[in-house]
């Protein structure tokens, strides 16, 4: 390796929320060893969630809450808008879109997910598919316009964008492919009334409709959907979910399979590179091998793979929850949440529920809190000892 390149005891590719978690978890081990961040983001790392929710919704919450102080906090060396496009395994290096070489000792792929976008103009800045801070200023932007806002997508960026933005008096209208808002998620009992709330809410549902295309057409954007049907709006959203950012990996030949394999260590096919978060495919001891795209995941395995780089030989065994809130209505889950799953759902009164999803043995595979706090550990036993009677799963979580 050339002496002028800069090299990093430790190298993360990616500024998120693993990236923050990791550094962490290699000072709770390592207090000298050098920590190096490459991010294509502008900004440094912050709480993604807190952009389609808290931001909006809690007059308290401003921005300065929402960095993670990761710099501060672990004196990692953060270099910003730093776009990596190849790793080097044999060198250990990597090499960045500005012509740069940073090298590594340990490298750490946290590079997350990327949204799914549907066709439409080039460049049109008022068509956003909501990702990162700096889409959180453009909507904030756009929606102070005062124009009509289209969203895209009855999933959780959809949902909490929408509900986010009727909450903030924007005229807003949600085209989702369900009859019923979350209808693939819920039972239909639970699906109601989470339409309901965004009935109650001001947003103007178009349910049953995909959108196959936005055009524009002078100052108004026209979203084409599959039945021929255009609607127009001044700005539109897409939340369509998102693939997780695995082109390094797969060019590195690292091993792949839905995301990026690891062990119960985090780490690779090459002992020398980790990866963890949304991109890691990791074998989750209640769940499986599985890939998680949540906060609850990042955070934990974050620090869980910044101890292994430093040197933790403690296998990682943290089994995620993930939540949405919406309305003032918060829901968390642990497993499998769809609505084919044979859900049992037991109705705890006061707008509570909890809803067990099942195999086709009848052994639950997920559950789901709905305004029920406190349950996460006891949601993790259920998935754990697999009972198939009925009246034993209604009586686990109360
Ligand atoms: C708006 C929003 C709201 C959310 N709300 C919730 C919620 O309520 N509940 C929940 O459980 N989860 C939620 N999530 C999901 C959660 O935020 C993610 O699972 C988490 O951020 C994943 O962390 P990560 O570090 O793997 O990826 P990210 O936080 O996405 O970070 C990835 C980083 O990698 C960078 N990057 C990518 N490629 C490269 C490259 N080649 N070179 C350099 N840098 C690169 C990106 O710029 C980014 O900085 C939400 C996500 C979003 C977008």
């Given at each position: 390796?050339s ?16 990236a923050?978690?990791?550094a962490?978890?290699i ?10 961040i490459l991010?294509?983001d502008?900004?440094?790392?912050y ?6 929710k808290?931001l909006?919704?809690?007059?308290d ?5 929402v ?11 953060l270099r910003?808008d ?33 949204p ?9 800045d008022?068509v956003?598919?909501f990702?990162?801070?700096?889409d959180y ?39 989702f492919p369900d ?7 819920f ?6 009334r ?5 009935t109650?809410?001001g ?12 055009r524009?057409e ?12 255009e609607?127009?709006?001044d ?12 082109g390094?990996?797969?060019?590195a030949?690292?091993a ?24 890691a495919?990791?074998?989750?001891p ?7 795209e949540?906060?609850?995941n ?7 793979v ?5 040197g ?8 995620p ?48 809190l ?11 036993a ?13 009586d686990?979580?109360?």
């Open positions: 390796m002496e002028d390149i800069a090299t990093f005891d430790y190298l993360i590719v990616g500024g998120g929320m693993v923050d978690a990791a962490r978890g000072r709770e081990r390592d207090t000298a060893g050098t920590i190096g991010s294509a502008s900004d440094e790392p709480t993604r969630p807190a952009l389609s808290k909006w919704t809690d007059p919450f401003t921005w300065d809450q960095p993670l102080n990761t710099v501060a906090d672990t004196g990692a060396e910003v730093t776009l990596v496009t190849r790793i080097d395994r044999f060198g250990r290096t990597v090499e960045t879109a500005d012509g740069g070489v940073v090298g590594y000792r340990r490298l750490l792929l946290a590079t997350g997910s990327a799914r976008t549907i066709p439409a103009p080039d460049g049109d008022r956003l598919a990702r990162s801070a700096e200023r453009r909507l904030r932007e756009l929606a102070a316009r005062g124009g009509r806002i289209l969203v895209v997508g009855g999933g959780y960026i959809g949902t909490e964008i929408a509900a986010a933005l009727a909450q903030n008096g924007v005229d807003t209208e949600l085209i009859a019923t808002l979350g209808a693939s998620q039972p239909p009992a639970l699906a109601e989470y339409q309901a709330m965004f109650d809410g947003v103007q549902l178009v349910p049953g409709r995909r959108v196959e295309e936005i524009a002078g100052n108004v954007l026209h979203a084409v959907l599959d039945d021929g049907e609607r127009v709006a700005a539109v959203v897409v939340g369509l979910g998102a693939d997780p950012v695995v390094l990996a797969a060019d030949e690292l792949l399979d839905d995301g990026v394999l690891v062990d119960e260590h985090l780490i690779t096919s090459d002992r020398s590179i980790w990866a963890a978060g949304d991109i495919a990791y074998p989750d209640i769940l499986g091998r599985t890939r998680v949540h906060v609850d990042a955070n934990e395995m974050g620090e869980a910044g101890r292994s780089m430093a933790e030989e403690t296998p990682y065994t943290h089994t929850y993930f939540y949405s809130q919406v309305f003032g209505t918060r829901w968390e889950a642990v497993g499998t949440v769809d609505a084919t799953k044979d859900p049992l759902t037991v109705d705890l009164g006061d707008d509570r529920a909890v809803v067990y999803y099942r195999d086709e043995t009848g052994a639950p595979i997920g559950v789901l709905w305004n029920v706090a406190d349950a996460r550990d006891r949601a993790r259920v998935l754990v000892d697999r009972e198939t009677s009925e009246q034993a799963l209604r686990r979580i109360r």
